[in-house]
């Protein structure tokens, strides 16, 4: 199906030819015709049966004897605050929190690490909220674009210190955090005999390296060398899948069938390395996601590495473990800032599913949705799933989730581009858990520069912002906070956030 020269090509780029020979042809067989954007007869309600809110109140009930079978399968115990309502058990919140806690050692926490920061802090990119608020935010834009573009975004400052300067990064962060449940988990449950939340991470071909020699740094580093110590453990020891590049393909205008796009630039022969989307870690992270069950983990998080609130939490875990379901997902009320990413909705046929905001549903229909008083879901990049169901299924997972192909006109040409969401994987599920959850504590994320900035507090005072966009911003601010002086075991120490010596 492509020339000699073009394979050549595609190699030295580090394009996976097979795969995108595969793709296409699924593509020119009509394997991917099905796949349209999704119509969504509305949104569903928070309603603690379809929607599961995760407030104070909580609680999680079902029959006795199925609770106490699913205890006996997992070997844990019966917990104090259970309450036994003759025939039923109901598990408060701090029951579900005991349960959660207890199978950390058996739960894996997966980042997915995505490619370079290029777009991230590309300026056109980032006057999305309007020319007025880049320019409340230029000055430090400008500081601290030049720290991000090329490099693998979870290496990049994930917040700037009251002071302007950069802030620990994504990864130092999430590593940190992690390190210091692995010992509040020792300190109160004695030593597992195994890790606490072993990690797993999806690379790119043209990430891998540049991470690898992070880690390497990190480990020396302040932030997570006492804690490493502490542990008995390194603190970045990863089970890694890397996602190769795929290339582009030919533009829609051109028919069928698709061909390899193989002039670039205008030069013959001459293909476009493109990545498939983070949709591709069922296939990529498969081998990873084998070992980890092969090893005794039960559970596995996934999550974005942009995702300043994405942490494992230990009531999730335990409310998935009893309710027998496959998957669990992380939905917050959607705000002004929420523009890339997906929302939770009902097709007509009654079906939940997450459907990304341009690729699989129209912003005019979301906009549709919210004119009609609809509160809308935003997906938080944020999935638990039980490896009892998803290993057995991978290869089918991997396959089936819908691949969507968008044309493109760009300095390279006309093309189009092929990427699987992750998320989606929701339409493939039997059934799965929904967890309405505080965006401000959950789900402080970024996908670009500029709401780093504002939940900074970059530009809090500026009458430049619009009030909706500056409320959002001091309550993502007040929810980084949170995190850093929780989570995160840090403290605000002569305008900068530092490690908490007492955190370990």
């Not at 999704?38 to 309603?47: E, H, L, N, S, T």
């Not at 030593?191 to 606490?196: A, H, T």
């Not at 959002?472 to 989570?487: D, H, N, Q, V, Y």
Request: hydrophobic letters at 40%; aromatic letters at 8%; glycine letters at 10%.
């Amino acid at each position: 199906m492509i020339n000699e020269a073009l394979r050549r090509d595609m190699e030295s780029k580090g394009i996976d030819v097979d795969l995108t020979l595969s793709i296409l042809k699924d593509f020119n067989e009509g394997f991917y015709d099905s796949v349209r954007p999704v119509k969504a007869a509305g949104v569903p309600a928070v309603d603690n049966r379809t929607v599961i809110s995760l407030d104070k109140g909580l609680s999680f009930d079902l029959p006795a004897e199925e609770a106490r079978r699913r205890l006996s399968d997992l070997d844990l115990p019966l917990p104090a605050a259970v309450l036994d309502e003759g025939g039923r058990l109901r598990f408060p919140q701090a029951a579900l929190a005991e349960l959660g806690e207890r199978l950390l050692p058996r739960t894996a926490y997966g980042i997915l690490n995505g490619g370079s920061a290029t777009s991230y802090a590309d300026r056109k990119k980032n006057q999305a909220f309007g020319d007025d608020v880049f320019a409340a935010l230029e000055g430090p834009f400008e500081e601290l674009a030049p720290l991000c573009e090329g490099r693998p975004k979870g290496i990049t400052p994930a917040y700037i210190n009251p002071d302007g300067t950069p802030g620990a990064s994504f990864l130092q962060l999430k590593l940190r955090a992690r390190l210091l449940a692995a010992l509040a988990y020792r300190r109160r449950y004695g030593d597992p005999g195994r890790p606490v939340l072993p990690l797993y991470q999806m690379t790119s071909a043209g990430t891998d390296a540049e991470l690898a020699r992070a880690y390497e740094a990190y480990e020396e580093e302040e932030i997570l060398r006492p804690l490493a110590e502490a542990l008995g453990a390194p603190a970045c020891s990863f089970r890694t899948g890397i996602q190769p590049m795929i290339g582009a393909y030919s533009h829609s205008a051109s028919g069928r069938p698709r061909t390899v796009f193989d002039r670039a630039y205008g030069k013959p022969d001459n293909a476009l390395p493109l990545p498939g989307g983070h949709g591709q870690c069922f296939r990529v992270l498969a081998p990873a996601l084998r070992d980890l069950r092969d090893s005794g983990t039960r559970y596995a998080y996934l999550g974005n590495v942009d995702n300043l609130g994405y942490l494992p939490d230990p009531v999730e875990i335990g409310l998935l473990a009893l309710s027998g379901q496959p998957a669990a997902f992380d939905f917050s009320v959607r705000t002004p800032v929420d523009v890339k990413g997906g929302i939770l909705v009902v097709t007509a046929e009654g079906r939940r599913l997450v459907a990304d905001i341009g690729p699989a549903i129209p912003f005019a229909e979301l906009q549709r949705l919210e004119d009609q008083g609809a509160t809308v879901l935003f997906n938080c990049a944020t999935g638990l799933f039980d490896l009892d169901w998803l290993v057995p299924r991978l290869d089918e997972v991997a396959r089936a989730l819908p691949v969507r192909f968008t044309d493109q006109d760009k300095d390279a040409g006309r093309y189009s581009q092929a990427e699987q969401v992750t998320w989606e994987v929701t339409g493939l599920l039997p059934s799965f858990l929904a967890f309405a959850v505080n965006k401000y504590d959950r789900f402080i994320a970024a996908k670009m520069l500029a709401e780093t900035l504002l939940t900074s507090g970059v530009g809090a005072d500026d009458p430049r912002l619009p009030a909706d966009l500056a409320a959002t911003s001091s309550l993502l601010r007040a929810g980084l906070e949170w995190k850093l002086a929780g989570s995160y075991g840090m403290e605000l120490w002569d305008g900068r956030w530092t490690p908490r010596d007492a955190a370990y």
